[in-house]
């Protein structure tokens, strides 16, 4: 079983619309939670951390829930820019404190005029 | 303007030429970290170094080698590239280790092949 699992997609929306990704982790002392935001061909680049109480920036909303090991992203009001390929992160202190970043292998968003 | 750069951005080899990519940050960052990017298996871990000095293997180092002399400074190096190596490389880096929301900064990526 993969560490980070999401839905590859593609998922394919109208401009306007509001889509939502979903992660799982699996290992429940997952500690720090992302979303990069990933171009064709480019590096990935931080979308917005994840926290426990939830968080919200502009359009974007992103959700963990510990209990279920599941973390989510929501965009409302999609743009034709918003589409990319969106990865979920988890970290975990490993041995001598180092944070190792997980990725999941991403969901790709194309979002149509 | 804060950033990682990493060098080359393309590079062609044949098998056996050992090579080397480059990666420097200018934040002052503690943590650096090589990522190579392949289609179905996305961002897996190379080796990463938590400072000077300090370096480990990550999810996938055989081929690999790295050092990091200098803060700023962590290359990679393939001793021996083999045509398994071709791939997306990206380095990055992070304020800090231990607990915390920080991101990664990530270069540009190397895209390498090996024929």
């Known amino acids: 079983r993969k560490e980070v699992e999401q839905d590859p997609g593609p998922f394919n929306v109208p401009e306007g619309a509001t889509v939502a990704f979903n992660c799982t982790y699996s290992?429940?002392?997952?500690?720090?939670f992302f979303w990069y935001r990933q171009d064709c061909r480019k590096e990935p680049k931080l979308l917005m951390s994840?926290?426990?109480s939830g968080n919200e920036d502009g359009r974007f909303t992103a959700q963990l829930n510990r209990a279920s090991q599941y973390i989510s992203l929501l965009i409302r009001d999609s743009k034709l820019s918003d589409s990319a390929t969106y990865l979920c992160?988890?970290?975990?202190?490993?041995?001598?404190?180092?944070?190792?970043?997980?990725f999941g292998s991403g969901t790709q968003l194309t979002v149509l005029p | 303007e804060a950033q990682v750069t990493q060098n080359p951005r393309y590079l062609i080899t044949v098998t056996g030429k050992k090579l080397t990519v480059t990666c420097s940050q200018n934040?002052?960052?503690?943590?650096m970290s090589w990522y190579r990017q392949d289609p179905g298996l996305g961002l897996r871990q190379i080796y990463y170094?938590?400072?000077?000095?300090?370096?480990d293997k990550g999810d996938v180092p055989e081929g690999y080698k790295v050092s990091r002399k200098e803060k700023r400074n962590f290359p990679l190096i393939l001793e021996s590239p083999s045509p398994n190596q071709t791939s997306l490389y990206f380095c990055?880096?992070?304020?800090?280790?231990?607990?915390?929301?920080?991101?990664?900064?990530f270069g540009s990526g190397t895209r390498l092949t090996v024929v």
């Open positions: 990055a880096s992070s304020p800090k280790t231990g607990v915390g929301n920080y991101g990664y900064t």
């Open positions: 290992n429940s002392a997952s500690q720090s």
């Open positions: 994840v926290y426990s």
């Open positions: 992160v988890v970290t975990l202190l490993s041995s001598g404190s180092a944070r190792q970043l997980t």
């Open positions: 934040m002052n960052h503690e943590y």
């Open positions: 170094s938590m400072n000077v000095e300090v370096t």
